[in-house]
């Protein structure tokens, strides 16, 4: 049922390979003069290799090379180096690939700013003296309270969960660590005990816990905490059973397999290398660490529609009582989205026989990891008809055709939650990215006033409330590269009846529109917007209408964050449901793994893009999206989010940019009439 | 995997059995006084037995009898009888089933008003005459035009396309015909020549033409038109080949089977009469030939969640400068949506392995008609996780369950649009109605000023801007029948951090509210709606809080047509995106049969339930919901609407009603963790 070829071109977006990563590796420790170390173990005051991915080439040159038989693009390595001895953060340029031999720093070619230390992420490095610290200087000092409030001995543990931005401005590295029973899903086991640790400084000694929270009250330091416990001043907290609500084990027997999906015939699509075919589609794909999965040249019967398609970010605001979760602003690719798409589990995260793809990835390791079976493909039956009509009028006939579709999905599982994204591609030319949340919500310790920020859901647990919004890029390129953003609706007008002229009535007229400017075209929440979004060409189809794709948002997003707030630039993104700017390759992603440490400093601004108010007429257009849903928590979340109804997308659909519906090609179409 | 018993007891929602409406046709005819004919061409001045259906018993009555031992409740059917000899339409409450022995005049009493003839579906009987008319009285003595204008001859013939309403107001029924090629899809093939015919009266004798349309000019009469074309003072349409673009036939051969749906073990469900169980689901159900499908009775764990879920009216506006389509507003209820719940086809609108019902109805008919596999039910595996995760911090473990889901379906195809409708139940205990359009779009000719109103789609052939709305009704009876309706929503609050009081942030906060009164309770489509939307009871989970339903509504609908016009009354129900009200036995249905034809003085105006105000508080509360999209057509729309992207519903899905995700209790979860 292929009906294309395999496109080795396609490897130009090819993440690196093992080997790749390992000679980028070798060559930036043979630049003695940096001083780097790959040890997992790295301390915060060392110099550090944390990231090495692939800098997709320019667009522009992979352009010239897949359209216009020009030079193969040099591939090239994106390198970034925690530099504790000097407190910045470099990112650099490395190549060529194979056998590299340079290295640029492209730190202010891409931020326009340096980056400072205190923007990095936290290392596996920095979490073992964090641990240390907690265990040292936390954990040894209250162990008498410790038992006595939350039965914690040998057996029963408490784990920290940390809670994002890292302080309240610029260059802090305040951390709220609030304690959970390490029970399954800690994140809905906090115990009301919660620690700020400033751990700003390189060198672990100076690191100090800055405030104590113990139910409710706070304290300056653990021996303040400790000596009025021991006074007896403390409101003290009971201690309860631990009970393992959060566990997933079943409960009963499997007694009957559920239904299952076969391909009876084989599979319809093929994967080779980042190359995938599937009926009049093919697209090649890569799992950037950073920001997660990402498809790029996609076509349908040959023709391009997308150029990029790809997960920017994913982010969360809380709102507690509690001094952790009550400041939090989860930006996701500030831990790396990519780099926790874990391995699918065969029949659940995906279909028994779907197609599994290990990937490799280079970030805060001692070398490049694979992560066996971290992409799935497969083609869904969706259990209903693409398109189907029965006529009894006049005579009786049937056609229709059933509605399957090929689904390329990760699962990024970050601390508590698990997104599952899906790009579906379907046989009416239709492409849809859509995520959905599933995993443990955020929860936090009952406290006066908590019902304020959520409903309770387990003893002494309340469910915060809280934002989803996840970003998502998508370079059409519809019938070539210069594009316009049009805007189609409905309008009532009252007209008079040709056929009878002294009758008026309301009737629903066309009302086009077309955006020329890059303000114009940024659609924020709550706005009212056009019911039609099109990426449009100047090329017309057989009947004279501008070729477009359309973008319908599905989306239930909760409110975003005020604009008067310092972190708020960080996200700003998440003001636009819909944005269309001019393509830059200097605008590549809406966010950066920088945003979540240093949010009111961040180096990626959104919201910049559009400043310069590009012209976006006939121009290379980017339509940035963004969904999400607002979680007001509740019983049901216990122990788990469930997918249904917690979700967002866009679909990106043809209108007028064929002839007809192109699934009237399908194969699998069927009809009958009366003999 | 059945936890349920099957329910004798549901069978008091069971439609009528094939001897039952057979039982009540006899009955009626030895009413001798009422000179009732059951044929099929029946002519409009004489009395014809329409409609023969269930009436569902009063809903205090159903509840005694299920809930507290009462006596089972009559069982009676409702006859719709239109009386061509006086002028009206009746309709009667006959019982007890089985061996009927009374008949009740029922209009006043359901309606208020008495129906006039006018307001009466257009039968067989009708379109007998009306097809003959039109042979006679506009094919015949245009035969010269029809073959010079549109090539028809013997083998090429042109069919009416009707228009709604049948006029401009009270008591008019004068009906638009476009003419369109006798090709699969006639909906897209108009060909620009309509006629305006006046069949008020009940003899067909005195009905004509009040106007023709022609290739964008008025005549007066069908001899005005010949007269002009004969004389040359017409400008003529140029006759053009007929092409068959409306085809569904395949053009490419089947290769390979796509993925199916099987059930390994078999299925996990049972359907036994009228009643499912699935999982922890039981539900009772049954199909309306006026407003369709429906559920009653539907429990989780055998607690009762909707006493009824049910479709209660499709609607359609249209923009157009034809004549026909330019006034169009269709009300499918008028013609039966539940009787054009044709057979399904295997494997396209279903599964192959669903299990297919059959359904018997009385409508517009000799006798009770059987409708082979008109309704399947199947359980879906929707490819995706119902809920996982996978922890890698701390240790790394992995819990999750497959989603499969029960769903129950049915497809209308009502003339061009074919509808599907599903109700979904999910192991969370969600409940999901929604609906998908496909088939053929109604279509005009392309004349002056016609890309007002759309695109072209075909050659001389425009796709009409129209609204899509449908109206669901959930009686959701949570806890018992005493709800509230709460809404619940997030709010920005600048509050000092308590931890660092002299720093300000804004945090969001939980705002809940209770509409007491049913005027507050009705949401208008534009207006700010609170992102949550509950149904909840008195009685409080086990955290303490108001278990409830929450009603999550997916939408994409146009603008409903302005309320100064007076169609607007028949279809005011699409005012509102939510509507809550008190229930009433009287208030059955938002919509009826006869609302399509007499749209200027509709029976039933859902506004009237809103206006006396009902307080909301502790009431049997019901929520009618409208969903549906706008559909602006374009080229990918012929030959068929594609189901992707084009549908919308309400997903009702627990909120504090349960104490936990009550699908941690399926057997079909896993878990693994390192050994
Ligand atoms: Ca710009
Ligand atoms: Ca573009
Ligand atoms: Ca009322
Ligand atoms: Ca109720
Ligand atoms: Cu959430
Ligand atoms: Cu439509």
Redesign the interface.
Known sequence: ?LRGKHDAKSRVFADLSRDEYAQVQEYMLLQKDLCISTRQSTRPDENFLFLIELRVPRKAEVLTYLDAQGPAPRREATVVVYYGTEGYVKEYEVGPLPNPSYHRDVTRERYGVDLPLSARSVTIGEYILLFQFIEDRVFSPLSTLLWESFGVDHEHQL?PFEQMPRG?RADDRHTWMSFCR?L???YIQPVGFEV?VNHRSTNASRWRVE?V?YNGQ?FDSVDALQDAYSAGTVKKIVKTPWED?G????????????????????A?YSVSHNHILYMDWSFAFGLSAATGMRVFDVRFRDERILYELSVQEAMS?????T?GL??TKFLDSGFGIGR?A??L?R?????YDATYVDTYRYIDAAGPVRTPNSICI????L????????????HN????????AL?FRT?T?I?NY?Y?W?FVF?Q???VEAKV?A???ISASFLVQGS????????PNVLGN???HFIHLKADLDVAGVKNMFQT?????KNIS????PQ?Y??????VEKTLTTEKEAALRHGAKTP??LHVSSNQT?????ARSYRL?V?S?A??H??E??PEERAMSWARYKVAVTKHKDSERSSSSVYSQNNMWNAPVDFSSFLQDNDNIHNQDLVAWVTAGF?H?P????????????NGGGV?L????????????????????SPA
């Open positions: 049922a784990k309240l390490e399954s899903g800690l700020l405030r929270f706070y609500y566990s997933l084990k079943p409960r009963t027997r499997p007694l009957q397999l559920g239904p299952q999906l076969v391909n009876p015939e084989g319809r605001v809380y709102g507690s009582m001094p009550g400041m926790f874990h391995e589990v029949g659940v995260d995906c279909p497969f083609e869904l039956y259990g209903q008809p693409l398109r189907r009509h029965f006529a009894d009028f006049f006939s049937y056609g229709g055709m059933a509605n399957s689904v699962i599982a601390e698990d599952m899906d379907y009416t030319g239709a959905h599933t995993g443990y019902l304020r920020h959520g409903h309770q859901v387990a409330i809280h934002t189609k609706d409905m309008e009532y009846l040709p056929w009878a009758h009535a309301m009737t629903p007229h066309l019911r039609y189809n057989r009947w004279g209408h319908q599905y239930f909760g409110e964050l005020p008067s707030q607002l007001i509740h019983a049901e979340d216990i122990p788990n989010t469930v997918t249904v109804g679909l659909r043809p209108h007028n940019y064929f002839d007809e519906d192109p699934s009237i090609d399908s194969p699998t179409a069927c009809t009958w």
